[in-house]
């Protein structure tokens, strides 16, 4: 896993995957307390940053083992990145999703292309499954974040905000990333080492799921005590990955962390005051720049919105908070 | 009025506007029947194309005159161009507003540092609180639309959209801008007949405010017969601008017209799909592509989403169209 890796995918994703707009507005700075830079990866392509590393992973296949096909385990932002990575190379795509998945979310991915392949998770096991399809069909498995592929497609993130920032001249500042496996804060953190070495990485997370925040602290991988039950269900995992642990270990800051309130509060600042639609674990890292900021240092700081998959419903009780 | 002032404009404006994307997806695609591409100009400062036009006035006046300061008549989009575009040149700007406007409207004029002058519908005219403040303090009146560098500015979004559709290989398209009196549709209409002949400018309009629409097609300036009760408020205005009709009459196809929910259908479109913000006014045109296919050509259709400033509660109201 090196900085060569990550210039490799950006040339693969050069054409495909959009650079995101670095927004910024004077209500938000006045909230921060300095300026604060919102790298919008809601705004990519499928609605999360998801779909960088998926196109990273299938574009690096050997063109024999691509055409037979991928596979992937996800109900979420994954799926939908992988399912059109898949359908815009031409090759199938095979989503493992729990049967009682929300309906909406396995229309999506299917009219990205993908075969959706439906589990009961009270009976079955989704490994059994996928290694069943895999031998059958030669499908390769694409993991969501402990894979170089992966995490070199979700840099490509970092060197964009790295040029944006020397753009705006911005030299010194945390850039907040939202974390749950670590993919795409490890790839934005050695973009940043490589291309922009004043900004420095941080991780936010929603309470109670701050495996990240721990593990930098103690020096150790720790779990999660619970996997569910919390709206930044996009973000939520058991522990920080085994490849992008060490990464953010030697290059993040302190990791920070903020209630569900507050991640729905930014995203009702997101709508209001950028115009983009964040979803509550796309959010915390506003929220941390937002609220957090006397554990923030310098000037200017830069936080992704990693993704804008949110239902209606979620959406109108973020826009509750405005009142 | 010519090409040449608005490629000025864009010098002028270069390193302060942004370059909105050009956004799309699949699902829209699916609905309209061609594919649809999204300008999306509700990620512009202040969160619409009004920057652009307000900006590009002030940088034209000689400094002298500028440094007295601007004034506008308007509780909108306008309004909130006009004064940050002022803050930003540090010249001051005074903002004439109508007492019974919505608090926060007020608040936001503020915010983005203008001087806020109340007025009272009933008993005073905005126009003689203008004048005297003009003559008082040296004012420059900056006209939201019927004004050849405002209408240069928002031709600068054309420039744009002829370079991104040329990236994406269109040369032949309806681009469909929602209109008010004019500004940005005649703006657009000149940038696209010298940069994309192929790219024809179709106007989008809420029923019962066509007015662009019935001048079209009758070749002379048709009045609406109200100027208020209607959701698409940004773009509510009593008949086409003087300058800005005759390079509609010659550049434009037939106008479109759509319904309040279909506006608001377009609006929770927009949400879901694209992950950007649209205001009633600004979806009337993604509406247009999604909702009268029939009425137009071609294998792909660019709309412009003009802007995004809405409050929570019709937000909602365009989500439950989702439902």
């Known amino acids: 896993m090196n900085i060569d890796m990550i210039r490799a995918a950006q040339q693969r994703l050069s054409g495909h995957v959009r650079q995101t707009p670095l927004l910024n507005a004077p209500f938000l700075d006045d909230i921060a307390g300095r300026r604060v830079w919102v790298k919008a990866e809601c705004l990519q392509h499928t609605g999360s940053f998801k779909f960088r590393g998926a196109w990273s992973a299938l574009s690096a296949l050997e063109p024999a083992v691509r055409s037979k096909g991928v596979i992937a385990y996800s109900s979420g932002n994954h799926a939908?990145?992988?399912a059109l990575a898949a359908r815009m190379h031409g090759v199938p795509a095979v989503i493992i999703m729990p049967a009682d998945s929300p309906a909406l979310k396995i229309a999506n991915t299917r009219a990205y292309g993908a075969e959706v392949v439906l589990y009961d998770r009270a009976t079955e096991s989704r490994e059994d499954i996928g290694a069943r399809l895999s031998t059958d069909r030669g499908l390769t498995l694409i993991k969501p974040y402990d894979e170089p592929e992966v995490i070199a497609g979700q840099g490509t993130c970092g060197l964009e905000i790295a040029s944006q920032a020397a753009e705006q001249g911005i030299t010194k500042a945390d850039v907040i990333v939202c974390c749950g496996g670590g993919g795409l804060t490890s790839g934005i953190a050695m973009a940043l080492e490589a291309d922009a070495p004043g900004?420095?990485?941080?991780?936010?997370?929603?309470?109670?799921?701050?495996?990240?925040?721990?593990s930098l602290r103690s020096g150790v991988i720790e779990r999660n005590a619970r996997t569910s039950g919390n709206i930044?269900?996009?973000?939520?995992?058991?522990?920080?990955g085994d490849l992008t642990f060490p990464i953010m270990q030697r290059l993040a800051g302190p990791g920070l962390v903020v209630s569900e309130t507050?991640?729905?509060q930014a995203m009702a600042?997101?709508?209001?005051?950028?115009?983009v639609v964040?979803?509550?674990g796309g959010a915390v890292a506003l929220a941390a720049a937002l609220f957090r900021q006397d554990q923030?240092?310098?000037?200017?700081?830069?936080?992704?919105?990693?993704?804008?998959?949110?239902?209606?419903?979620?959406?109108?009780r973020a826009l509750a908070t405005l009142a």
Chains 1, 2 share one sequence.
């Not at 900004?199 to 929603?206: F, H, I």
């Not at 930044?232 to 920080?240: F, K, L, N, R, S």
């Not at 600042?269 to 115009?275: E, G, M, P």
């Open 199 to 214: 900004l420095r990485v941080r991780t936010a997370e929603p309470e109670g799921f701050d495996d990240v925040a721990r």
């Open 296 to 316: 923030i240092e310098g000037a200017d700081v830069i936080v992704t919105i990693s993704g804008g998959n949110v239902d209606a419903a979620m959406f109108s």
């Open 278 to 280: 964040a979803e509550p």
């Open 269 to 275: 600042h997101a709508f209001s005051r950028l115009k």
């Open 262 to 264: 507050e991640a729905l």
């Open 232 to 240: 930044c269900d996009a973000i939520i995992t058991p522990q920080p």
């Open 80 to 82: 939908q990145g992988v």
